[in-house]
């Protein structure tokens, strides 16, 4: 089960990745909102204004480095999973 210091761990990890993609990293959901653990962890992936784009497919095959692993979706919304805790990444331009 998630808990709010294993999310930010998660976030601060993925932080130091995403900038290289044109994004930046956001907690949201019930592991920042809610006390007591949680099910799975809501991640926002938005772009950097200055950025064209998110590099969606090279921010997942970077993080595969700190063990986060995609396992589906596509747009807006896309699974994943890190240390056997499941993820959802929310894309918003996509």
């Given at each position: ?27 949201t959901?019930?592991?920042l ?10 991640i ?8 064209p784009?998110v590099d ?5 095959e ?5 063990g ?10 896309r ?13 918003p331009?996509?």
């Amino acid at each position: 089960m998630w808990t709010q210091d294993k999310a930010i761990e998660l976030c601060i990890a993925l932080e130091a990745i995403a900038p290289q993609f044109g994004a930046h990293i956001g907690l949201t959901g019930g592991c920042l909102y809610k006390q007591g653990e949680r099910k799975d962890c809501d991640i926002l992936v938005y772009r950097i204004r200055q950025a064209p784009a998110v590099d969606a497919a090279g921010f997942f095959e970077a993080i595969k480095q700190i063990g986060v692993e995609k396992k589906s979706g596509f747009g807006w919304c896309r699974k994943a999973e890190w240390q056997g805790l499941s993820i959802d990444f929310f894309f918003p331009e996509d």
